[in-house]
């Protein structure tokens, strides 16, 4: 008898035992079936129409095959430290992108502080948002802030400190004005810029020693004056220049660096002077200036100034009694301890005066003593690099050692 054909909807109830009837595929209606959905019973008759004939059941399916699967899968601990590592692997890695954004959104300013930027104010560190504090903080340690500072040019480098005039009373020669309807042509306009980065000059004359004391002057005022431009170019630089921005911290680093302003020392030779000045050059406290090798380029602008004569040794001198004078001026403004106020004030007075007296001094030695003294300072550096050199090829027990020791190795023992 010839297979029947049937069409109907109910599931099948066919068995290995039991053949099963010719029936048509429920999703095609064209072909007969062979198989059978296990999930809902559904006759197809191929691939295509299992995947067609119930996307929910086939999804359904699949998901209650995954579950079964992961419920038999007993965790072990090694399965448990895996999926720690991974977690841990994971937190860190975010973490770590988190940081990058907070980096990108702390580097954004706020709207307060970018008005007032751009309206020409002054921002304090304590204007700054906790963010921008922390992020200043970030770019100091890096030291990502010294990349956006324009390399300073001390003013005793340039070309117009050779060309500084004084009259005869020692205060410097005015120079004409430009009219202010009269152009300036771009030579002229480069030479008054820098004219205008030399310290100005005595503004009143200067009196004759013998008006200041009756006492003749100390023999070793030419070593003195070493020990106080070397302690004048140090702080410059320290400053980049701008002493102006912090008068006392200023004041205070030179008399750190001189013994003669600082400590009331009294330095018979330049070797004795400058050895100090290297010390504290190397000290712990500006040992981050660069050391020896800072300390010996500072011994090249002492004998840059020397070399330029009387007329820029007394702009240096006006200038550090400048800033003497303008660490006095803040002192009073300022509110510290009433005792540490007035030793500081006393340093600073005491410091005036001598570098008011050095000036009347230096204004009537001949220029021929500033060739000599700069030459005595080139011949000090000169064995104290050489004994550098020397001490680092000798041997430890080598007891030969040039006159320059004290020089080098007052250094070396901090």
């Not at 068995?15 to 048509?24: A, H």
């Not at 200067?206 to 070593?223: D, E, M, N, Q, T």
């Not at 000798?394 to 007891?399: M, Q, S, V």
């Amino acid at each position: 008898m010839a297979d029947s054909i049937i069409t109907s909807e109910k599931p099948s109830t066919s068995s290995p035992l039991d053949p099963p009837s010719r029936i048509v595929c429920h999703v095609c209606q064209k072909q007969f079936s062979q198989y059978t959905c296990p999930r809902c019973n559904s006759r197809y008759c191929s691939l295509h129409c299992y995947k067609s004939h119930n996307i929910r059941c086939t999804e359904s399916f699949m998901r209650d095959n995954v579950v079964g699967e992961l419920g038999q899968l007993g965790p072990n601990d090694e399965t448990k430290q895996k999926m720690m590592d991974i977690l841990k692997r994971f937190h860190s890695e975010e973490e770590a992108d988190g940081m990058d954004e907070d980096v990108d959104a702390d580097s954004a300013l706020s709207e307060e502080t970018i008005k007032k930027v751009l309206s020409g104010g002054e921002v304090n560190f304590d204007d700054l948002s906790a963010e921008e504090k922390k992020l200043f903080q970030r770019a100091v340690a890096s030291g990502e802030l010294s990349k956006m500072i324009e390399p300073w040019d001390p003013w005793w480098l340039k070309p117009s400190a050779r060309t500084i005039s004084f009259s005869k009373e020692g205060t410097q020669l005015i120079q004409p004005l430009a009219k202010e309807d009269e152009p300036m042509s771009p030579e002229d306009d480069q030479e008054s810029s820098q004219a205008s980065e030399i310290p100005p000059g005595p503004e009143t004359p200067l009196p004759p020693l013998s008006k200041l004391s009756s006492a003749k002057p100390s023999p070793f005022l030419a070593v003195h004056l070493v020990d106080i431009i070397y302690s004048y170019c140090f702080a410059l630089r320290l400053y980049n220049g701008d002493w102006q921005s912090d008068a006392t911290g200023s004041a205070m680093v030179v008399l750190s660096v001189s013994s003669v302003l600082g400590q009331g020392g009294q330095p018979e030779t330049v070797l004795e002077a400058l050895s100090y000045c290297l010390e504290q050059t190397c000290s712990p406290a500006f040992r981050q200036m660069g050391g020896l090798q800072f300390g010996l380029g500072l011994i090249d602008d002492v004998i840059t100034l020397l070399t330029l004569g009387t007329p820029a040794l007394l702009c240096l001198l006006c200038d550090l009694q400048r800033m003497v004078q303008a660490g006095e001026t803040e002192l009073k403004s300022e509110k510290p301890r009433k005792s540490r106020r007035a030793e500081i004030r006393s340093k600073l007075k005491q410091a005036e005066r001598k570098i008011y007296f050095l000036m009347c001094w230096v204004h009537e030695q001949p220029g021929e003593a500033w060739s000599s003294l700069g030459a005595i300072v080139r011949a000090e550096k000169s064995s104290a690099m050489n004994y550098e050199a020397v001490s680092r090829s000798a041997k430890p027990d080598n007891k030969a050692e040039p006159r320059s020791k004290v020089l080098i190795q007052e250094i070396k023992d901090i």
